[in-house]
Nanobody, 118 residues
Framework: QVQLVESGGGLVQAGGSLTLSCAAS????????MGWYRQAPGKQRELVAT???????NYVDSVKGRFTISRDNAKNMVFLQMNSLKPEDTAVYYC????????????WGQGTQVTVSS
């Protein structure tokens, strides 16, 4: 069993920054991929950024150049540095841990709210 605990969400003005953190505990298989997804009201959950245990990263186009994903494999943690935040970044952000390649090994955090005011 795996548990993911997120932290770092909050309210910020447009143009500001936030850093999200996610700590995984339990049985952690490698290789794996950790990442962040978000879901805004009335919209489907979308990928924001992911990084494999081998440090290959992937970003949705809308956050490229503004968000940076990083990992601390020794601590089983993933981070999302969010700069130049926009109101359209407002969403609940979820941490995910999955197998690589994808498998039934797939876990989600409880989500953390990020609100960007204009």
């Amino acid at each position: 069993q795996v548990q993911l605990v997120e932290s770092g969400g909050g309210l910020v003005q447009a143009g500001g920054s936030l850093t999200l953190s996610c700590a995984a505990s339990g049985i952690i298989f490698r290789p794996n991929v950790m990442g962040w997804y978000r879901q805004a009201p009335g919209k489907q959950r979308e990928l924001v950024a992911t990084m494999t245990s081998g440090s290959n990263s992937n970003y949705v186009d809308s956050v490229k150049g503004r968000f940076t994903i990083s990992r601390d494999n020794a601590k089983n943690m993933v981070f999302l540095q969010m700069n130049s935040l926009k109101p359209e970044d407002t969403a609940v952000y979820y941490c995910n841990l999955g197998g690589y390649p994808p498998s039934k090994y797939d876990y989600w955090g409880q989500g953390t709210q990020v609100t960007v005011s204009s």
